[in-house]
């Protein structure tokens, strides 16, 4: 619900390619910055476990876009480890690929 009202993703984009896709978060990402007016934005979504998880998205499974001015990158990882291991490792991921992207 938060993705469609408040990010604007679109809800063709999320039963065409689920809340875990690399077209959600770069929707979502772009969402986020506007909503915020801000100049750099993160968005992730994921299955940070310990359920949920399929063989197409085991659990571990995060896309991550980040957005400064009119840039963008997007990437997916899978994460090792227990919930709060997963969630740690994203943030941690999504603040490396924004410090690179704007340093770029």
Not at 2 to 28: C, D, H, P, W, Y
Not at 44 to 53: D, F, H, Q, V
């Amino acid at each position: 619900e938060v993705k469609t009202r408040v990010l604007n993703v679109s809800s063709e984009i999320l039963s065409g390619f689920g809340a875990v896709s690399r077209e959600t978060v770069l929707q979502m990402v772009s969402g986020v910055q506007r909503l915020l007016s801000s100049d750099c934005a993160i968005a992730t979504s994921g299955i940070a476990g310990p359920g949920g998880g399929s063989v197409e998205k085991p659990v571990g499974t995060v896309w991550i876009a980040v957005r400064y001015g009119e840039r963008s990158e997007v990437e997916c990882f899978c994460f090792e480890g227990d919930r709060e291991q997963v969630i740690a490792r994203a943030t941690q991921s999504a603040l490396l690929m924004l410090i690179q992207l704007m340093t770029k």
